[in-house]
């Protein structure tokens, strides 16, 4: 946890000066918690000796974007370092220069990014109806397997619809304009169109001769397509008159990119990313140990610089192409490692707290999710990623000798997706998918107990007996008991809003999950309403309305955060009921959101509850609930 700040201007400045002055720095925006910064070029050691600045929390890179993970207190730092900033060259939330490599990667990762799991469900339903009709093959001739297996396959299907949605955000577009040209790509009379063409016959389209390309699970066709269209639309809006503007824009993106696209953007991406795919099968296909290697041994460092949305273009290229591909056989073999990395931490170490906190990151990359694992527990250790990496890369290896592939997209490859490598035409797929996969997990778990690492030290303020139970961690709470609360003096922190609690661990960002912005706990809303967990006085309400700080007479430095990444709303579905400086009584209202509008916008509504100054106390811990409604009990302040 970061040292209490005290002097705003000389953290703001020094970190200026740690990330090459205001020369270097070409962006700077702040949201509820976090520093945002874009720098011309990192100086040596500035992220380790920001990292150590009293008041810094933790410093993160994402897409060449570095964010200064402070706290509560990000606003006044913001307000020291825009002193030191000529805010015409440097305005806040404005773009900075970066290279078209990063801007890739931060494309690929806000269109992605908040449809993956939908696509990761869609997978494991395939998955499961694979194993079903391994054992009942007759299953496979039933209504039943019919509707279930159209469901598997429709976010695939209407892929580039789910694209035109989160790509119109990201380019700051119409998103029902989007969508119709998007919907016009996977139309079936285009599809059968396409197929007339494919059989020879010629269509065209004024002059031109329309290609035989279709659209359906496409990802670089509705993604340029929703780029260039922005501009349209921008420039339309910009030069019609305002009586027509509301029909004719529509009317004429929609009549421009279709045709454009089917005729030109379509034939050429496609083209592009076919290319990608073929280059990287003939790598396959002429040293495919090679290929395995690579992929296993370093995906993970790939997913942690996040350039890992750059590759599902060329993955869903090769289903498209040819109903499979090896790159998610050997991811899954990386992924699986980690989680046996994790393992041999678990085995190994003696810390208490730590074991708690290895086991949670353990059973989340059961489920393909390995950033608790990696940012929890191996690379904070260093050697047990390592040996991971070396695991993932011998288990890929081996099932390349097996010509192992995926013929169901997995959206997070993992223990779960194993079975998608099964195909009755290649049986030794599977074999050599659950050879190289256990290869990678038991290999990465025996290279982390043998080689070892250096144990966390544990928490001074906990003993032998008071760990026996569960221990409170920098992402685990344990839960409150009478006799705790007889043992010492505590504060209680009622709920702010009705819903499910949910485990800090849990929370869909790892910000929050891994307990370095504070120690809590989350609930998933189930009414738009969040008031006042304690007396106190509002101290921080963030611009965009979606966090609110609040201050006690005893203390306790609170953060209630509604959603996550909800920043990216700018206010959209937030109601303010509170303002900074105002006295505020346990059960006074405090912000109105709308819950589905958060939903909509692609965002979960978890919102996570934090005392942020946990050193400050003894413990934080939480009532043993799994409903809450306002009011009830939700954490203990032990002092």
């Not at 874009?38 to 929390?57: N, S, W």
């Not at 290279?99 to 992605?112: D, E, G, K």
């Not at 269509?203 to 390309?213: A, Q, R």
């Not at 700080?549 to 203390?555: E, N, P, S, V």
Request: charged residues 15%; aromatic residues 10%.
């Amino acid at each position: 946890m970061a040292e209490p700040i005290r002097d705003y201007n000389k953290l703001g400045s020094d970190i200026i000066r740690l990330m090459g002055g205001d020369d270097n720095i070409t962006f700077v925006e702040h949201c509820a918690t976090r520093l945002r910064l874009k720098v011309k070029k990192l100086p040596d050691g500035a992220l380790e000796a920001v990292t150590k600045l009293p008041g810094v929390i933790s410093v993160a890179e994402n897409g060449g974007q570095y964010q200064v993970i402070i706290g509560m207190h990000v606003k006044d730092v913001y307000a020291a370092v825009a002193k030191e900033f000529d805010l015409e060259n440097h305005p806040r939330g404005g773009e900075a220069k970066e290279s078209v490599f990063n801007r890739i990667i931060a494309t690929m990762s806000s269109v992605f990014a908040p449809f993956i799991y939908i696509l990761a469900a869609a997978g494991i339903l395939q998955g499961a109806l694979i194993i079903i009709t391994i054992f009942f093959p007759a299953f496979a001739e039933t209504g039943t397997y019919e509707v279930f297996s159209f469901i598997s396959w429709a976010p695939f299907t209407f892929l580039p619809i789910f694209i035109a949605i989160t790509a119109s955000k990201h380019f700051k577009c119409n998103t029902f304009i989007a969508v119709a040209c998007c919907a016009a790509l996977v139309s079936p009379t285009w599809a059968e169109i396409a197929g007339r063409i494919a059989d020879g016959e010629t269509v065209k389209f004024l002059f031109f001769n329309l290609s035989e390309t279709t659209y359906t699970s496409s990802v670089l066709p509705p993604l340029i397509l929703v780029w260039i269209m922005s501009y349209l639309e921008k420039f339309l809006n910009k030069h019609m008159n305002e009586t027509i503007k509301p029909l004719f824009v529509p009317f004429l993106c929609m009549a421009i990119m279709v045709p454009l696209t089917i005729l030109v953007l379509g034939p050429l991406s496609t083209m592009f990313a076919n290319g990608v795919a073929n280059g990287y099968n003939y790598l396959v296909a002429v040293a495919p140990a090679v290929a395995a290697a690579i992929i296993g041994g370093f995906w993970q460092v790939i997913v942690i610089f996040g350039f890992h949305w750059g590759i599902t273009p060329v993955v869903l290229a090769n289903f498209e192409m040819y109903g499979s591909d090896s790159f998610q056989a050997f991811q899954t073999c990386a992924v699986i490692a980690q989680g046996g990395a994790a393992l041999g931490v678990l085995l190994k170490t003696r810390n208490k707290q730590f074991k708690t906190v290895t086991l949670s990151a353990f059973i989340t990359g059961i489920f393909g999710i390995t950033e608790p694992i990696i940012y929890g527990v191996s690379l904070r250790l260093k050697k047990p990623f390592i040996c991971g990496c070396i695991a993932g890369a011998v288990g890929a290896v081996v099932t390349s000798f097996f010509g192992s592939k995926y013929f169901v997209y997995a959206g997070l490859p993992g223990w779960l997706t194993v079975v998608n490598s099964y195909s009755a035409s290649n049986p030794s797929s599977l074999t050599g998918e659950i050879i190289g996969c256990l290869i990678a997990f038991l290999g990465a778990a025996a290279l982390t107990y043998f080689v070892g690492f250096q144990d966390p030290p544990e928490d001074d303020l906990l003993d032998e007996e008071a760990t026996a139970g569960e221990v409170i961690t920098d992402n685990v709470v344990k839960k409150v008991t009478p006799e705790h609360l007889q043992a010492a003096e505590h504060i209680t922190i009622k709920a702010p809003i009705k819903g499910e609690v949910v485990e800090l661990a849990d929370v869909p960002d790892p910000v929050f999950s891994s307990g370095v912005m504070g120690k809590g706990a989350a609930i998933n809303p189930e009414e738009g309403l969040a008031v006042s967990p304690v007396d106190g006085t509002v101290v921080s309400v963030f611009d965009t309305k979606h966090a609110i700080g609040i201050a006690t007479d005893d203390g306790i430095e609170l953060l209630i955060h509604i959603g996550v990444d909800t920043v990216n709303m700018k206010g959209k579905g937030f109601t303010q009921k509170c303002e900074v400086g105002q006295k505020v009584k346990a059960g006074d209202p405090l912000m109105e959101f709308d819950i589905e509008e958060i939903k909509k916008a692609g965002y979960s509504p978890i919102t996570p509850i934090l005392v942020t100054n946990p050193d400050n106390f003894l413990d934080i811990m939480v009532y043993p609930a799994t409903e809450v409604k306002t009011g009830d009990k939700l954490l203990a302040v032990l002092k």
